[in-house]
């Protein structure tokens, strides 16, 4: 089963709430990845979290707290965003974190900033 | 650290073929290929490694040159479900191995 699952789906919050999205893979991948993606762009990296601790913070701005609960969770916290962040949030999980490695991605979250 | 693919859009008629080629300032240690069509995440295509080993589909092939940090992507005899933004990804031991996607191709196929 390859499959990474991300929910909510869609998320609209305004800029004073405090929101999480939420990834899961059960393929036993000891590196999960954030990207954010904005139209018509490639996904851009913020996180990578390599068997549960954090191995890159793409310099992302601290209104984005990522947590790994344990290998199979991933979470991102939101906190105080701007309507610049909406976006599609782009899971995603290898076997490690190596570059021979695919990389799988979850369908993503919708994100709309009001 | 991104990978710049041509070209940026291509439209091809049904059964044509199209190359796409990607290109980095930095020694490669991988390149994989992925295509995203509109409002859905993207899907692996294809992953190419330093020293030749090649995965993939059978209509889909990729080279991969380290001398010249490039790779490309040939669709043959392309179909309407080939339409969608095609990206690869890099990886170089300059960045710490880590992946970036690269610029982007747009490919539509028509009828």
């Known amino acids: 089963d390859t499959e990474v699952t991300q929910t909510p789906k869609h998320l609209v919050m305004g800029m004073t709430n405090k929101k999480s999205l939420k990834c899961e893979q059960h393929m036993g991948h000891r590196a999960m990845y954030w990207y954010k993606q904005k139209a018509k762009k490639p996904p851009e990296l913020m996180f990578v979290y390599s068997y549960e601790k954090l191995s890159i913070n793409e310099s992302v701005p601290s209104r984005f707290s990522p947590e790994c609960p344990n290998s199979s969770l991933l979470n991102l916290h939101l906190h105080a965003l701007q309507p610049e962040d909406s976006a599609l949030y782009l899971c995603?999980?290898?076997?490690?974190?190596?570059?021979?490695?695919?990389?799988?991605f979850g369908e993503g979250s919708w994100l709309t900033v009001v | 650290q991104q990978p710049v693919q041509s070209p940026q859009a291509v439209i091809l008629r049904e059964g044509e073929d199209a190359v796409i080629n990607c290109s980095s300032s930095?020694?490669?240690?991988?390149v994989h290929w992925y295509r995203q069509k509109h409002g859905e995440a993207p899907v692996f295509l294809m992953i190419?490694?330093?020293?030749?080993e090649q995965k993939g589909h059978e209509k889909i092939s990729a080279s991969f040159n380290e001398k010249k940090q490039q790779s490309s992507l040939y669709l043959t005899a392309s179909q309407l479900s080939y339409s969608g933004t095609y990206f690869c990804g890099t990886a170089s031991p300059n960045t710490g191995n880590q992946f970036y996607f690269g610029t982007g191709t747009s490919l539509t196929v028509i009828p």
């Open positions: 930095k020694a490669l240690y991988s």
């Open positions: 190419l490694l330093k020293g030749g």
């Open positions: 995603a999980s290898s076997q490690v974190q190596y570059s021979g490695n695919t990389i799988y």
